[in-house]
């Protein structure tokens, strides 16, 4: 039974087909409504590189200096293995729920379960993090110059409220948005990137191999404490996304051919736009940057002040919230569409109302409707508790790492025991070292974010990532085992997988 937790070299892989049913065996499908270039700017705004490089930068200048700019490169290589396995599972399994599905197809429901779990968590968690992030931007838009812990945690309440209304308008509206991501990153992170480097530059590409003052330096700069495996946590963070392309499948058409090249585009393209435009404020910041006003709260903001003229600012820090709303948007779809692909699979509590759709647009709205609560339950924490903001962030890091350690592992495991069908997108014979090698970087990627460093003065936040993961397992134990028989079984699941949805065969 996929009900039960089964070791995976026992596990025989099953072929999910292309289809969807809800908990009750209703046949309910989601509309197509996504094309490749849909898919893709979905992909694109969830990564999003304004929020990528805005989001990290600062605390990695601070943490390695210049030469942190290295850890792009070797995050990316790492990232773009995880890529072409996911690439080839979604090529496969082209279904709604992305990591989880791709789980239950290799490894089981048990196994799934907990990465589905897991996964919607880090998403909400991850949603509620980036508007909290936008709201700083929309302060000063606002004129809010000092805005309180209050205020950023009403504005970030307005934020959600509105996305929540922008995602249950329809898809349309959606697609208007993530296409408006795209041009406000383009302006915001290439546009700015290439003007800094024609009229701004003062450093030449040594101080690309500058350490500066580094923490953590006195234990050498490559050590487990030393400043650039730290960078490389926050630098994390910024290639994770690729995946989302995955979560609306089943809203995608020609989902076999147009998701994996979505997976893989999206991936590269951020890789390319943060790399680049981190080079430019790196090239663009002057010797003396520690004596620019603000440097040692904002970097990035206060170099593009002093290279441009204070006459920029409005207008980045509207490019900047647009970036932050699309993101936000993309991970709340993401997390309701999880939460959809379980509830069908009677997977969660009162899966009978979480697995339907609406009627017009066969959308599932309760599921979008409790991102908007635990999200508004978030908000009225971190108002509270001042480090809830910091933890987020580290949990945030961790879970998506987590999160995609259980599909590379089942994957390695049925590619080496030579049971793997490849669907239309395929590495051949390379399938299996490039997994692996997967699997070892996301194995140390994961290691490294969760290593409780002496780091942020705080026993809590050093250990957040094993506290706050040990936490939603042990919840999510408890849920599980409440519903472990009633899940669907691997032969109702697949009559049912195979009943629906010929288009995606």
Known sequence: ???????????????????????????????????????????????????ALYGIFGLAISTAGPSFWWGFLIVFGGQLLVALVFAMLVSRWPLEGSIYQWTVGLAGRGTAW?????????????MATVALGAAGFIANLIGMTEPTGTDKALIAFVVLVVGTAINLAGRGILKVFMYASIVAEVIGSIGLGTWLLA????QNL???FDGGASVGAADGYFTLTGS???????????????????????????????????????????????MFASLAIILATPTNAADLPGYDVDPVY?????????????????????????????????????IWALARDNALPFSASLSKL???????????????????????LSNVATDLYTLMVNFTSGGFYLSFLFPVLAFVIVVFRGKWKSGPFTLGKAS????????????????????????????????????????????????YVSRRTRILTAETALAKLNALDNENA
């Not at 996504?34 to 898919?39: N, R, V």
Request: aromatic share 14%.
């Open 1 to 51: 039974m996929m009900g039960a937790i089964s070791p995976f070299w026992l596990y025989k892989e099953c072929d999910l087909s292309h289809t969807s049913a809800t908990a009750q065996g209703e046949t309910q499908s989601l509309k197509r409504d996504f094309s490749f270039g849909s898919a893709f700017a979905f992909a694109f705004a969830f990564i999003s590189p304004i929020v």
């Open 114 to 126: 907990f990465a589905g779990w897991i996964y919607i968590w880090t998403l909400i968690i991850a």
């Open 199 to 202: 009229t701004s530059r003062v």
């Open 206 to 208: 040594s101080v690309l």
């Open 228 to 274: 650039f495996l730290v960078a490389m946590v926050f630098i994390g963070f910024s290639f994770v996304g690729f995946e989302s392309a995955g979560s609306i499948a089943e809203e995608v058409r020609e989902p076999k051919k147009n998701l994996p090249r979505a997976v893989l585009f999206s991936i590269s393209f951020i890789a390319v736009v943060v």
């Open 302 to 338: 206060a170099v593009l002040t002093a290279s441009l003229g204070q006459g920029i600012a409005l207008p980045i820090e509207a490019l900047f919230a647009i970036g932050f709303i699309a993101s936000f948007l993309a991970l709340q779809t993401s997390a309701s569409r999880m």
């Open 358 to 380: 609406s009627k017009v647009q066969r959308q599932p709205v309760i599921p979008i409707l409790i991102t908007t609560v635990i999200g508004t339950a978030l908000f009225l």
């Open 432 to 479: 299996g070292f490039v997994a692996l090698v997967a699997l070892v970087w996301v194995i140390f990627e994961l290691l490294n974010i969760a290593w409780p460093r002496p780091f942020w003065g705080n026993p809590w936040l050093d250990w957040s990532v094993v506290v706050g993961t040990a936490g939603i397992v042990i919840v999510g134990a408890l849920i």
